[in-house]
């Protein structure tokens, strides 16, 4: 089957977690920041998303992802991989979320913990720590470390999940595709729709893929 790894993360870590998954499965690796053209959605069957995870307010990015996604992964499997230090207890409802949102043919999560490094934070996660810090007296330092271990055993956990998952049917297998060449929005249908529901251009603006 064909995978795809993407990643979300401002310190690193979970860009290194993405990294070693898509190696062993031998993935392309992504920010989900970078666009996807059009034809990525046909050319993969399993999205492993990534992502630094550091209360519920994280992964904002990864389901912002997701929702742009959406409608397009119910016929993939999903796999959702949070890495962090004190959120392991909530990461399964972050993860319910996007699996609810997604709505994919198969879904597994995945948690490991990561670690924090005060010096890679920006001005605002300071800020917040800051004030942290003084109303419970608790000094913020470097704390956790990588473990490149758990990194290898997540992702063989996953190599050998995904080997036995069935491949999953597109049901727009066969269909006639249509590609907004302004937003890049892709429809699915004998013609392009009078007007493209992202971006609002005319049918003029699409072109058969």
């Given at each position: 089957?064909?995978?795809?790894?993407?990643?979300?993360?401002?310190?690193?870590?979970?860009?290194?977690?993405?990294?070693?998954?898509?190696?062993?499965?031998?993935?392309?690796?992504?920010?989900?920041?970078?666009?996807?053209?059009?034809?990525?959605?046909?050319?993969?069957?399993?999205?492993?998303?990534?992502?630094?995870?550091?209360?519920?307010?994280?992964?904002?990015?990864?389901?912002?992802?997701?929702?742009?996604?959406?409608?397009?992964?119910?016929?993939?499997?999903?796999?959702?991989?949070?890495?962090?230090?004190?959120?392991?207890?909530?990461?399964?409802?972050?993860?319910?979320?996007?699996?609810?949102?997604?709505?994919?043919?198969?879904?597994?999560?995945?948690?490991?913990?990561?670690?924090?490094?005060?010096?890679?934070?920006?001005?605002?996660?300071?800020?917040?720590?800051?004030?942290?810090?003084?109303?419970?007296?608790?000094?913020i330092v470097d704390m956790g470390e990588f473990s490149e271990d758990d990194a290898?055993?997540?992702?063989?956990?996953?190599?050998?999940?995904?080997?036995?998952?069935?491949?999953?049917?597109?049901?727009?297998?066969?269909?006639?595709?249509?590609?907004?060449?302004?937003?890049?929005?892709?429809?699915?249908?004998?013609?392009?729709?009078?007007?493209?529901?992202?971006?609002?251009?005319?049918?003029?603006?699409?072109?058969?893929?």
């Amino acid at each position: 089957m064909r995978n795809i790894v993407t990643y979300e993360t401002q310190h690193g870590s979970a860009k290194r977690l993405a990294k070693i998954i898509a190696d062993k499965l031998d993935a392309l690796c992504i920010n989900v920041d970078t666009p996807f053209q059009a034809e990525d959605e046909t050319t993969y069957d399993n999205l492993i998303l990534v992502f630094g995870f550091r209360g519920p307010y994280t992964a904002q990015l990864t389901k912002l992802f997701v929702e742009k996604m959406k409608g397009k992964l119910n016929y993939k499997n999903l796999i959702v991989v949070g890495e962090g230090l004190f959120s392991e207890k909530e990461f399964p409802s972050v993860a319910e979320g996007l699996k609810n949102l997604a709505q994919p043919a198969t879904f597994n999560s995945f948690f490991m913990k990561g670690q924090l490094r005060v010096d890679t934070l920006t001005p605002e996660e300071q800020a917040l720590l800051g004030k942290f810090s003084e109303l419970t007296g608790m000094q913020i330092v470097d704390m956790g470390e990588f473990s490149e271990d758990d990194a290898n055993k997540i992702a063989d956990d996953i190599v050998k999940l995904l080997s036995e998952l069935p491949v999953p049917e597109d049901p727009n297998a066969g269909k006639t595709r249509w590609i907004c060449t302004v937003c890049g929005y892709v429809h699915t249908g004998d013609e392009p729709p009078e007007k493209c529901p992202v971006c609002g251009q005319p049918a003029s603006v699409f072109k058969k893929m």
